[in-house]
C-alpha cells in the first residue's frame, strides 16, 4: 500500500483565499501582496517546513504583522541627529500633519477664492523669504542634488563651472558632485589644489566660456594645515567683474548661523555675502522634508524656475506641505536634538540606567548626514552589554544603538522624551533576551 503524498493536502489558491480568516487579515492589502504572501506559505508546506494544514494559519500570521509599507520605524539611539541610514531629518509635529492634510486633494496649484489655476509652492516659497529675508526669490526642488544640476545646468550647459578642487566633494553612496554636474553638460573647469586656492587661480580661469561660479561647502570632510580658501565676498567682487552669477551649495541648510556649530554655514549668510543662488538640502539641519532649497536673487531664481529641468525635478505636494510646516511650525527635532542641555540628557540616562542595573557613560553625538564632520555635541549615553545592540534593533519598537569598543550605547539626544518609556520597555525585553 502506498501512502498518500503530503503535498497533495496543501489546500489551493482559490480555497485559501477565500478562507473568512486570510480575507480579514488581507483586508487593507493589495490582491498581488496577499497572493505572494500565500504562495510563500504553500511553498514553506511543499518544503516540508510546515504541515499542509498550517497553511492556512501561516498566511493569517504573515498578514496580521504586515503593514501596507514595510518601513519599520526606529527609535535613534545613537546620538547622530541627522542619521542617513534612518531618513536624516525626522520631521515635527507640526509637519507630521501637514503631510497627513496634504496627502489627498489639496490646492497645492489652485485658488480657491477664484477657483483659477495658481502658481505651485506660493505657500512654502513665502514662509521661505520670511525665514531668510536676505533672498528675493526661492524655488523648491528634489533634493539638493537636484539644485545643484538645476543650478549648473541652467546657467552653464556647454559651457564651465568654475571650482575649486578643494571643493570637489564625494556626497556618500559613491555619487560625486562633480560627476552630477558634467552629466547634464556643464564643464567643470577645476582652479586651485586640493588644500589651497586663490582668488587669482579663479580670475585665470574665467573666460567667454564661463557660465557660473561655484562655491560648494565641503561639508563631509576637512583639510586642515597649510590651507586657504577664497572669502564669498571676493569671489562676488569678481563675479561682478565678469558680470557672471556666483551659486553656493552650502549642504546642510542651516538658515541662519548656530552657534552650536560655528563652522557650519548657513544660506543667510551666503545670500549676505553677494551669492545669486545659494543651494542646500531640506533634511538635513533644516530639519524638514527631503528636498532642495534654491534661494538668491529674483532674476536668477526665475531662470531656473523657467528652465525646462526645473519640472524633472519638480517638488511634490507633500514636499511643499511639510516645508511650509517645518518653517511654521514649533521647533524640529533636529533643532531640539542638537540644542538639548546635557545635564538633561545625563538625567534621563541615569534613570534609564538605573532601571535596568546599566552605567552611564559620557558619549558624544554627532551632526551627521554629512554636516560639521567632526563636531562633537557633549553628552551621556547608558552602556549595555553589546549584544542586546542585536535585540533592540529587533524589537518592537525598534531601537538603534550605536555599538563602539566592545559596548552597546544608548544615546537620548535624539529619541524624544516622551518615549523614555517605551525605550526602557525595549531595553529590558533586550536584556531579558540576551541573558
Ligand atoms: C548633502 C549635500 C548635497 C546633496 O544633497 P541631497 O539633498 O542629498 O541631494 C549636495 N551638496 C552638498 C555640499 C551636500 O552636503
Given at each position: ?154 546657467l552653464a550647459?556647454g559651457r564651465e563651472v568654475v571650482i ?22 556643464a564643464r567643470l573647469r577645476e582652479v ?7 582668488l587669482a587661480d579663479y580670475r585665470d580661469a574665467i573666460g567667454p566660456d564661463t557660465g557660473c561660479l561655484l ?20 569671489l562676488?567682487?569678481l563675479a561682478d567683474e565678469h558680470r557672471i552669477p556666483l ?189
Amino acid at each position: 500500500m502506498t501512502t498518500e503524498d503530503p503535498r497533495r493536502r496543501i489546500p489551493r489558491t482559490d480555497r485559501v483565499l477565500a478562507d473568512p480568516a486570510v480575507h480579514a487579515a488581507g483586508a487593507g492589502l493589495s490582491d498581488a501582496t496577499v497572493r505572494g504572501v500565500v504562495g510563500a506559505a504553500q511553498q514553506r508546506a511543499r518544503a516540508g517546513e510546515i504541515a499542509p494544514e498550517a497553511v492556512v494559519d501561516a498566511v493569517v500570521a504573515e498578514l496580521a504583522g504586515r503593514g501596507a509599507s514595510s518601513l519599520t520605524p526606529v527609535l535613534n539611539a545613537t546620538g547622530v541627529v541627522v542619521h542617513t541610514n534612518l531618513g536624516r531629518a525626522p520631521l515635527s509635529d507640526a509637519a507630521r500633519q501637514a503631510l497627513r492634510d496634504a496627502s489627498g486633494y489639496v490646492d497645492v496649484e489652485l485658488d480657491l477664492a477664484t477657483g483659477q489655476r495658481s502658481k505651485r509652492g506660493v505657500a512654502a516659497r513665502e514662509a521661505l523669504l520670511e525665514a531668510c529675508p536676505a533672498a528675493e526669490d526661492a524655488l523648491v526642488v528634489n533634493n539638493g542634488a537636484g539644485a545643484l544640476v538645476l543650478a549648473t545646468t541652467a546657467l552653464a550647459a556647454g559651457r564651465e563651472v568654475v571650482i575649486s578642487r578643494g571643493q570637489f566633494v564625494e556626497i556618500g553612496a559613491g555619487f560625486r558632485l562633480s560627476d552630477l554636474m558634467e552629466s547634464t553638460g556643464a564643464r567643470l573647469r577645476e582652479v586651485g589644489t586640493t588644500n589651497r586656492t586663490h582668488l587669482a587661480d579663479y580670475r585665470d580661469a574665467i573666460g567667454p566660456d564661463t557660465g557660473c561660479l561655484l562655491a560648494v561647502h565641503p561639508s563631509n570632510f576637512r583639510v586642515a594645515g597649510f590651507t586657504s580658501s577664497v572669502p564669498l565676498g571676493e569671489l562676488r567682487s569678481l563675479a561682478d567683474e565678469h558680470r557672471i552669477p556666483l551659486v553656493v551649495d552650502v549642504g546642510s541648510g542651516l538658515l541662519t548661523p548656530d552657534p552650536v556649530l560655528p563652522d557650519e554655514p548657513s544660506l543667510s549668510e551666503a545670500l549676505e555675502a553677494g551669492a545669486d543662488a545659494v543651494i542646500a538640502s531640506g533634511d538635513k539641519l533644516f530639519g524638514g522634508p527631503q528636498a532642495g532649497l534654491l534661494l538668491g536673487r529674483a532674476e536668477i531664481i526665475e531662470r531656473l524656475a523657467t528652465f525646462p529641468l526645473a519640472r524633472a525635478v519638480r517638488a511634490d505636494k507633500l514636499t511643499l506641505a511639510a516645508l511650509e510646516a517645518t518653517l511654521r511650525g514649533g521647533p524640529s527635532p533636529v533643532a531640539r536634538a542638537l540644542h538639548t542641555d546635557p545635564e538633561k540628557l545625563r538625567e534621563r540616562a541615569e534613570a534609564l540606567a538605573a532601571a535596568v542595573g546599566a552605567d552611564v557613560v559620557p558619549h558624544d553625538g554627532r551632526v551627521g548626514g554629512g554636516g560639521a564632520p567632526g563636531v562633537p555635541l557633549p553628552g551621556w549615553a547608558v552602556r549595555l552589554p553589546e549584544a542586546t545592540a542585536r535585540a533592540l534593533r529587533l524589537g518592537s519598537p525598534a531601537v538603534l544603538p550605536r555599538v563602539h569598543d566592545g559596548a552597546c550605547l544608548v544615546d537620548l539626544r535624539c529619541v524624544p522624551q516622551s518615549q523614555d518609556d517605551v525605550l526602557l520597555d525595549a531595553v529590558r525585553r533586550a536584556l531579558e533576551g540576551t541573558r
